[in-house]
């Protein structure tokens, strides 16, 4: 029964055993699919990999496509030697699709997108940058642009900057839809930005109505603008407007800003029209000397949690964006971090940026880099909270729009998943949570590339992060989880999710730390070991 038989004259190591005993191998992945009735439905193969030697481990990368029908999905990793080892199993209640494609007919080229839910016919539409460019969808899942139904730089426009050719005006930027009931003939709210050159803040606020979400956008009306040489009006930069209402009094306000003094808030009229033009309102968001943003402010009222809640993007648009919080109990402020930190910053001599930190830039392993997520909205459906924001896959490249599910800390403060909505479900077993995940301290203070760390999750509820030990606990009733060390707790929200980078559903957390660093979490693709 021996196959080999060699003498040395030193104590040989495991490697060298096998190294000895054994050949290498060529591994691929086997997923068996079951139905609801636990009958097998189908088995797929994975593609084969290059040579594994004895003593060794890769990384197998699932090429499944998911099957709609598939209720429990079990992989294993096969070798040519006839070694076999479960690498998962993964239980989904409800099938999970996938997340479409990105194409510029739907999602791509979507830049400063703004949420908008129609209350007339329940359609979903998100507002962008580029003479209004609209996208519109059923689901938040899929979307579809539009015609454009602004032609050409609006009249108002021209009478105010009275260039001599058309290619010399600017591009029409940030439309932010407000559905005004009182206004029953044209209730479609749409203002708009419009700055005459680039880097300067010459710029102006354009509002549209019309009777349909759609437009057409006709007869528009400058209603603040902001000039380089004022000594008042050059404190700000007229651009990114967004209307919020006081819950308490109904009176509209619109908040806007970029750079130069940060963001500012002002009083509507009934109309629309901005209160007092010849002022900037009251400052409530800003960095250091305007240094480094910021803009794309967006006001909501979480009426469950009390506040008022400020999100901003810091930073470059094209590679370090990145989406801060702050919260406040009146619409106008003072807006404070979870440290408590007022979020005005402008006359302060530290330009460490300060706001919660909800997401920046991010990439994990086998997957996209991506750049810059910001200048974002928020939707609140029927309970259910919504980021959408655009982002990139390579430094200033060609913005893309994200929907993520949006989940609060019991201290009040948005997380948000770290993979784009699908039909997904917060009912996840607990027998598929153990194994290898990714995680990112995506809520770190910084506006750099974050990439993942390991996290393992043990079946006897232990956990190893790099050199620390801890323990895990999943409430099977909820979707809470708590995964503790002995200098760190994470309190997460577990999820169904689709992995678009590898093309194959996981599950997925977002949650915060003991010091409010909100933390991601997907379940990683697993290390084979041959022997």
């Known amino acids: 029964m021996i196959d080999n038989f060699e003498i040395y004259d030193y104590a040989i190591s495991d490697e060298e055993i096998m190294t000895a005993c054994g050949t290498a191998a060529k591994a691929k992945l086997v997923n068996v699919v079951y139905d609801e009735n636990g009958r097998v439905a189908s088995v797929k193969e994975a593609d084969t990999v290059g040579e ?190 967004n209307i919020c209402v006081d819950h308490e009094t109904g009176q509209k306000y619109m908040v806007y800003g970029s750079f130069w003094q940060g963001i500012h808030i002002k009083e509507l009229n009934d109309d629309g029209t901005v209160k007092d033009p010849n002022t900037v309102g009251k400052r409530i968001m800003s960095r250091s000397g305007g240094i480094g943003g910021p803009e794309g402010a967006y006001i909501v009222y979480n009426e469950w949690q009390g506040y008022y809640y400020l999100f901003a993007s810091f930073d470059s648009l094209s590679d370090t964006y990145n989406i801060r919080v702050a919260r406040s109990k009146n619409i106008t402020g003072p807006y404070v971090d979870q440290n408590g930190v007022d979020v005005d910053r402008f006359e302060a001599e530290d330009n460490t940026p300060v706001g919660y930190k909800l997401m920046g830039s991010w990439q994990f392993p086998n997957g996209n880099t991506y750049y810059g997520p910001g200048h974002c909205s928020v939707l609140c459906d029927n309970y259910t909270w919504y980021l959408v924001h655009h982002q990139r896959t390579v430094k200033g490249g060609v913005a893309t729009l994200n929907v993520r599910y949006m989940e609060w800390t019991d201290d009040g403060w948005p997380m948000v998943m770290p993979e784009r909505h699908t039909n997904d479900s917060w009912n996840v077993d607990n027998s598929i949570l153990p194994g290898h995940w990714d995680i990112i301290h995506i809520g770190e203070n910084t506006n750099a590339m974050l990439t993942s760390e390991q996290l393992v999750l043990n079946s006897d509820g232990t956990a190893v992060y790099g050199d620390k030990t801890g323990t895990w606990v999943s409430n099977p009733m909820s979707v809470t989880m708590i995964i503790e060390f002995e200098d760190e707790t994470i309190d997460v929200v577990k999820w169904t999710a689709w992995d678009y980078d590898n093309n194959r559903p996981t599950i997925q957390f977002t949650g915060v730390n003991q010091d409010g660093i909100e933390i991601w979490g997907k379940k990683a693709i697993d290390t084979i070991i041959y022997k």
């Open 52 to 241: 594994l030697q004895p003593g060794g481990d890769i990384k197998l990368k699932n090429e499944f496509t998911y099957d709609p029908a598939a209720a429990l999905v079990k992989t294993y990793a096969y070798t040519d030697g006839g070694e076999f080892k479960k690498v998962s199993e993964e239980r989904y209640s409800e099938p999970i699709d996938p997340i479409p494609e990105d194409t510029w007919e739907t999602t791509i080229g979507v830049h400063d997108p703004s949420i908008f839910k129609d209350p007339k016919s329940g359609v979903y539409y998100v507002y962008s940058t580029g003479m209004i460019d609209i996208f519109k969808s059923e689901d938040l899942i899929h979307w579809t642009k539009t015609t454009n139904t602004l032609k050409e730089i609006p009249q108002c426009v021209k009478d105010i900057y009275k260039h001599d050719k058309v290619e010399e005006y600017s591009n029409i930027w940030a439309p932010d839809m407000f559905y005004d009931e009182s206004d029953t003939a044209t209730p479609y709210h749409l203002t708009c930005s419009y700055s005459d050159e680039f880097g300067k803040n010459n710029s102006s606020i354009i509002l549209f109505k019309a009777a349909t979400p759609e437009g057409p956008w006709e007869n528009g009306q400058i209603i603040f603008t902001s000039k380089r040489d004022d000594e008042e009006l050059g404190k700000v930069n007229a651009i990114d407007s």
